[in-house]
């Protein structure tokens, strides 16, 4: 069975793709430079892909960035720091990034004659990206299934595995499945160091802390 998969580089997307091998041997991971505010991320996806020994395609839709403003992840906005249910953390949103990313990927997984069409989202993202949230990805299957029926597997869907779980579940299932965190990255600022003080670097904390796991993460703070 082949499944693809988006691929941020970050602890949920990597720990999908550890969860996918064990149930698809056709696994193709696929990340985006949309021109987000730096591309860490991207060179832990192509580590953690070579090391699942799995097919990997880094797609550039750079050119968008201009169209996206508005958002500390891809204009000279300040990342805020504090908790993702602070008012703030909503600076970070990038409008209809996901519906861009999942569009581009399904037709690649047309192309391709995979079975499902997989992202990372999970309950945590449902503060404050809508294009995280259960309804968003159920209505888009269905338009997505709609606007290729007669040019996809029939069984191709899209699914979101984590949805109804947080990022501590997956920091769990991720030391089940001996997921190398220390190669992932998370950080919305993009220093040497997880900075430790953005929504996502207090996520990762949380997340490693309530598991009970080891945080192999290095912080600035």
Known sequence: MKAVSIMSGGMDSVTLAYFLKQTYDDLILVSFDYGQRHKKELEYAVIQADLLKAKHQIIDISGIK???KGSALTDSIDVPEGHYEEPTMSQTVVPNRNAIMLSIAWGLACS????ILACGVHSGDNAIYPDCRPYFI???NETLRIGTMEHRKENLRLVAPFIQHDKTWIAAKGKELG???EK???CYKGLDKHCGKC???VERKEAFRD???NDPTIYED
Not at 112 to 115: F, G, R, S, T
């Open 66 to 68: 201009p169209l996206l």
């Open 199 to 201: 929504g996502a670097c």
């Open 112 to 115: 391709e004659k995979a079975d």
């Open 184 to 186: 992932t990255w998370t």
């Open 138 to 140: 159920q209505n888009l």
């Open 211 to 213: 598991s009970g796991g």
């Open 179 to 181: 997921v190398p965190f």
